[in-house]
């Protein structure tokens, strides 16, 4: 049976900790997964988190959406909102650019962070608008 958790943060950067409280608790009482891969989880987390909380919605109200499954052998994390999104003109680390044989993903470093530390990553843009992310990490213990 798959664990399952569904929590919806307002998109400020205070409340990004209640998401990775969930995600440490969930891990934590499933088993499965090194303190390195719940932290890099965790980093994976914020910087989506912190995508939705800067871009998405422009300094107006919304919503982050995070839900986490736990399967038998990776965790999900799908992280949501339907802001206006970033773009990738949008950067995280403009100072970043001027660096030869560095090469960000979308958005900036912090993309190119959640790559770096999760096994499965996918970016999606609705047609309704927003984002979605879906992250995969598989189980190393």
């Known amino acids: 049976m798959d664990d399952y958790v569904k929590i919806d943060i307002p998109a400020k950067a205070e409340f990004v900790s209640l998401g990775r409280l969930a995600l440490s608790g969930l891990l934590r009482s499933r088993g499965g997964y090194s303190e390195d891969a719940l932290d890099d989880l965790k980093l994976a987390l ?27 052998d990776r965790v999900t994390l799908l992280i949501r909102d339907e802001g206006g999104g970033f773009h990738e003109e949008d950067d995280d ?16 470093m912090g993309m190119s962070i959640i790559r770096a530390v999760v096994d499965g990553f996918d970016l999606q843009k ?8 879906i992250l995969t990490k598989h189980r190393d213990l």
Do not use: I, K, M, W
């Open 46 to 72: 914020t910087e989506a988190c912190s995508n939705s909380v800067r871009h998405a919605y422009d300094h107006d109200e919304g919503q982050v959406h995070l839900e986490f499954t736990v399967h038998s």
């Open 93 to 108: 680390c403009p100072e970043c650019r001027g660096f030869d044989g560095l090469h960000l993903a979308e958005g900036g």
């Open 126 to 133: 609705p047609n309704g608008g927003g984002t979605v992310l």
